[in-house]
């Protein structure tokens, strides 16, 4: 069966890459459309993947941690005195903006966590120590943001918010979304040059006593304590993704242009397949005509499909590779989980096998006798 249609798709050339182009380009643009959306969505919940092993206390109104809320210092300690709790860490968050050496200027999300633990933030050290923070004026950025921010390099001074500092070392794909670019520092410094009072934080990162459930602390802080809500870090990383895609037409989009390649690939391969059934169309009827069934024609058909969507999904696959390493270069860093695989590959040869669906009704309608007609 394979041999046969292999001959088959060697027959017309030009038809078999017209078929597998199209199946080429269709899982191009499904995987680079789903790979940035990826990227986006793990920007949006940042903050909170790089900090889970904690409850999150927030505003009891936060249902997005990139848009926080502050708190009064003295949640942090009604929080700290009950009696699940060992201890609450305090975060700042604060939007400042940034003018580099060579008149470059930016915005930044300033990170503040609590020396000597740091817990918060930063977050994929690359050049830097958490340390590195505690001298006067010192801010880790990130790696891939250095273009950004005025070819800055570790060492180099620069200004937030009129207030001179200096870059203290880098981080490596530590990213934001619709934030600004990310800087950390102490939790002072972050006030400091914020211009946050040191009555207010972001939010909390809980740590339970030993032994003690999470559930029973968040259950302790949201029943005993006004105005904050406690969250599981799994259940505010989702509800953050959550409250921003259905604000905004990103899901709509991304999702809009992935159902166009799919329709793309269905038609592009439904008409090269039936116009490549059609030129061969005294061959199939000669086939069924020396006893081939249709079940026969049909198992055929399919196989050349299947074939084409073996070799696409292949080309094509590493064709999105190439565009995910690209992008890497500039800080646009995605991964595609396992069942991304195997779902991108099942849409593939729901391209393919769909595509042939024309093709296999006119051969099946096909009567033998017709191909010894003139």
Do not use: H
């Not at 459309?33 to 793990?42: E, H, K, N, S, Y």
């Not at 941690?65 to 942090?76: C, E, I, T, W, Y």
């Not at 914020?194 to 030993?210: A, C, D, I």
């Amino acid at each position: 069966m394979f041999s046969i249609a292999l001959r088959f798709i060697r027959y017309d050339v030009a038809k078999s890459f017209g078929a597998l182009a199209g199946i080429i380009i269709s899982v191009f643009l499904i995987g680079q459309q789903a790979g940035v959306f990826i990227f986006l969505t793990d920007a949006m919940r940042s903050i909170v993947d790089n900090n889970k092993g904690y409850i999150w206390v927030t505003d009891e109104t936060t249902t997005n941690a990139n848009q926080l809320s502050p708190l009064d210092v003295r949640k942090g300690y009604e929080i700290s005195s009950l009696p699940g709790v060992e201890r609450a860490y305090p975060v700042v968050v604060a939007a400042v903006g940034a003018k580099f050496a060579n008149g470059t200027t930016g915005g930044l999300s300033l990170i503040g966590s609590e020396a000597p633990a740091f817990v918060g933030g930063p977050w994929r050290l690359y050049t830097a120590k958490n340390e590195d923070m505690i001298p006067d004026g010192a801010l880790i950025t990130d790696y891939y943001d250095s273009k950004a921010q005025g070819n800055l390099k570790p060492g180099d001074y620069f200004e937030v918010n009129g207030k001179k500092v200096y870059n203290a070392g880098l981080t490596r794909g530590a990213r934001s979304f619709g934030g600004g670019l990310l800087g950390f520092t102490t939790i002072e410094r972050a006030r400091y040059l914020g211009n946050v009072p040191t009555t207010q934080v972001s939010f909390y990162l809980v740590k339970p006593k030993k032994g003690v459930a999470e559930a029973a602390v968040i259950q302790q802080i949201n029943q005993s304590i006004n105005g904050v809500r406690a969250w599981n870090a799994d259940e505010l990383s989702q509800t953050t993704v959550k409250t921003v895609l259905s604000t905004n037409g990103i899901a709509a989009s991304f999702g809009s242009l992935i159902g166009f390649a799919i329709i793309s690939g269905l038609v592009i391969i439904g008409l090269t397949l039936y116009s490549a059934a059609i030129d061969r169309i005294k061959d199939y009827g000669t086939l069924k005509a020396i006893g081939a069934t249709n079940g026969y024609v049909t198992r055929l058909i399919l196989t050349q499909a299947f074939l084409f969507a073996i070799v696409g999904f292949t080309i094509g696959r590493l064709l999105v590779e190439g565009f995910r390493l690209g992008i890497a270069k500039s800080g646009t860093l995605f991964y595609f989980p396992n069942w991304f695989e195997y779902a991108l590959f099942a849409i593939t040869l729901i391209i393919s096998l769909g595509g042939c669906v024309f093709a296999i009704r006119r051969i099946n309608s096909l009567e033998p006798a017709t191909v010894f007609r003139g």
